[in-house]
Antibody
Framework: QVHLVQSGAEVKKPGASVKVSCKSS????????VHWVRQAPGQGLEWMGW????????ASAHTFQGRVTLTRDTSIDTAYMELNRLTADDTAVYFC??????????????????WGQGTLVTVSS | DLQMTQSPSSLSASVGDKVTITCRAS??????LAWFQQRPGEVPSLLIY???TLQSGVPSRFSGGGFGTDFTLTISRLQSEDVATYYC?????????FGQGTKVEIK
């Protein structure tokens, strides 16, 4: 059974950085992309980026380029999202989600079929 | 950048009604389109991918269609548990892009 468990809520001051973790279990971590999506209060879903745990490749939305860093630690099956230079507009729930296969697999894989529980990041002075 | 535009932004329908939500891509995305349901206070849940393939466990009253730039999500007979916001998503490659969402309520 696939599980993605995220780190707890954070409160940060403007200008600070936040690092959210996403620990995976129930599948081979390096076989699937991990995506990050955020949702500001009362707003829609915003895709942030993905990391390929197999080769450490990453891509991010233009909105976040230069401010977001996606990393992973394959020894503990955990992906990380770090966002720098926080402003109040970054107040949101941040989700990780399992993406499609990062390697050739004999099964069909789906986009964002499994999600973490979300991590609330509040940016306030 | 690619834009995904959903319509309507919200709708109200009666239990048992047929409901259709549309999603338009600003450029051809083939069949790389997924639909998600997010009930109030919950994590998003995948309904459909590849424009028309139903995710395992999703009720058959949900269906998807379309190709290229125009896509639809249809709920054949609306149920009370379908109250949620629905999002389309262009996937594969980078960037991925969500639509702005359609809020579905019961009349």
């Amino acid at each position: 059974q696939v599980h993605l468990v995220q780190s707890g809520a954070e409160v940060k001051k403007p200008g600070a950085s936040v690092k959210v973790s996403c620990k995976s279990s129930g599948y081979t971590f390096t076989n699937y992309y991990v995506h990050w999506v955020r949702q500001a209060p009362g707003q829609g879903l915003e895709w942030m980026g993905w990391i390929n745990p197999h080769d450490n490749g990453a891509a991010s939305a233009h909105t976040f380029q230069g401010r977001v860093t996606l990393t992973r630690d394959t020894s503990i099956d955990t992906a990380y999202m770090e966002l720098n230079r926080l402003t109040a507009d970054d107040t949101a729930v941040y989700f990780c989600a399992r993406g499609r296969a990062a390697v050739s697999l004999p099964i069909a894989t789906v986009p964002l079929g499994d999600w973490g529980q979300g991590t609330l990041v509040t940016v306030s002075s | 950048d690619l834009q995904m535009t959903q319509s309507p932004s919200s709708l109200s329908a009666s239990v048992g009604d047929k409901v259709t939500i549309t999603c338009r891509a600003s450029q051809d995305i083939s069949h790389n389109l997924a639909w998600f349901q997010q009930r109030p206070g919950e994590v998003p849940s995948l309904l459909i991918y590849g424009a028309s393939t139903l995710q395992s466990g999703v009720p058959s009253r949900f269906s998807g269609g379309g190709f290229g730039t125009d896509f639809t999500l249809t709920i054949s007979r609306l149920q009370s548990e379908d109250v949620a916001t629905y999002y389309c998503l262009k996937f594969d490659g980078a960037p991925w892009t969500f639509g702005q969402g359609t809020k579905v309520e019961i009349k």
